[in-house]
């Protein structure tokens, strides 16, 4: 008798298994976000990026989840947030959380996406594979050596600010200089338009790289959550 048992105390293992694996791949896969081929027409989501991921995933921090002294319909409120230290926003638990406003990738006001690189936000101004920005950078007046020997004591560091064109490599994240160097490395990632590039003179280099992105960015779209 006990060996019947046991017979069928297996069995019932084997049929409950089958039944079980049965329900979960008979139920619905959890609903997937819709992709979109990025447009001029496309409309982002307002809010604050921690992260390059978040932007992304088209994925904020909502304006309605800051909690800020201001109109929040103002179109200029996240500007006003992040022009302050840090910030204070509820998360996903409904925990009000403080976070330092330079560590943040960036944000979206009304559709636009601006960048925390340099000394402020940049709006990007070409969003695609190859997405292109200009940004304000500090740079130190004169020549020093690393421990700032030749530095005159108590004499404080001098900087003068420049304009730079930036790209920001999608498949990455990477913030590069637009340069010849970095696009010809994202570039060969598409053989066709890389050796067409390879085959330009020096100056002919020089002179298309916006050519080449926007010839990249038109072969190699890129899709965002709706």
Same mark, same amino acid.
């Given at each position: 008798m006990i060996g019947i048992h046991q017979k069928w105390t297996g069995a019932w293992k084997y049929i409950l298994f089958f039944l079980t694996l049965s329900v979960y791949t #008979?139920?619905?896969l959890c609903a997937q976000p819709k992709? $979109?081929? %990025?447009d001029k027409d496309f409309s982002f989501r307002d809010g604050i990026y921690f992260t390059f991921a978040d932007f992304k995933n088209n994925n904020p921090i909502p304006p309605s989840k800051i909690i800020f002294n201001s109109n929040k @319909? =103002? !179109?200029d409120f996240l500007k006003y947030v992040l022009s302050k230290t840090s910030f204070t %926003?509820? =998360? &996903? *638990? &409904? !925990?009000?959380v403080v976070y330092k406003s330079e560590e943040i990738w960036g944000y979206c006001s009304n559709g636009v996406i601006y960048i925390n690189h340099g000394v402020d936000y940049s709006r $990007?101004?070409?969003i695609g594979s190859i997405s292109h920005f200009v940004a304000t950078i500090p740079m130190r007046v004169g020549v020093s050596d690393p421990f700032y020997n030749n530095q005159p *004591? &108590?004499?404080r560091e001098q900087f003068t600010y420049v304009s730079e064109q930036f790209i920001i490599d999608f498949e990455s994240g990477k913030v590069l200089l637009f340069n $010849?160097? @970095?696009i010809e490395v994202l570039l060969s990632r598409d053989e066709a338009l890389y050796k067409e590039f390879l085959a330009l003179k020096k100056k002919q280099k020089r002179n #298309?790289? *916006?050519?080449y992105m926007r010839k990249y960015n038109e072969k190699h779209a890129v899709f965002f959550p709706a």
């Amino acid at each position: 008798m006990i060996g019947i048992h046991q017979k069928w105390t297996g069995a019932w293992k084997y049929i409950l298994f089958f039944l079980t694996l049965s329900v979960y791949t #008979s139920m619905p896969l959890c609903a997937q976000p819709k992709l $979109v081929q %990025y447009d001029k027409d496309f409309s982002f989501r307002d809010g604050i990026y921690f992260t390059f991921a978040d932007f992304k995933n088209n994925n904020p921090i909502p304006p309605s989840k800051i909690i800020f002294n201001s109109n929040k @319909n =103002d !179109k200029d409120f996240l500007k006003y947030v992040l022009s302050k230290t840090s910030f204070t %926003y509820i =998360d &996903g *638990f &409904g !925990k009000e959380v403080v976070y330092k406003s330079e560590e943040i990738w960036g944000y979206c006001s009304n559709g636009v996406i601006y960048i925390n690189h340099g000394v402020d936000y940049s709006r $990007v101004t070409i969003i695609g594979s190859i997405s292109h920005f200009v940004a304000t950078i500090p740079m130190r007046v004169g020549v020093s050596d690393p421990f700032y020997n030749n530095q005159p *004591f &108590g004499e404080r560091e001098q900087f003068t600010y420049v304009s730079e064109q930036f790209i920001i490599d999608f498949e990455s994240g990477k913030v590069l200089l637009f340069n $010849v160097e @970095n696009i010809e490395v994202l570039l060969s990632r598409d053989e066709a338009l890389y050796k067409e590039f390879l085959a330009l003179k020096k100056k002919q280099k020089r002179n #298309s790289i *916006f050519l080449y992105m926007r010839k990249y960015n038109e072969k190699h779209a890129v899709f965002f959550p709706a």
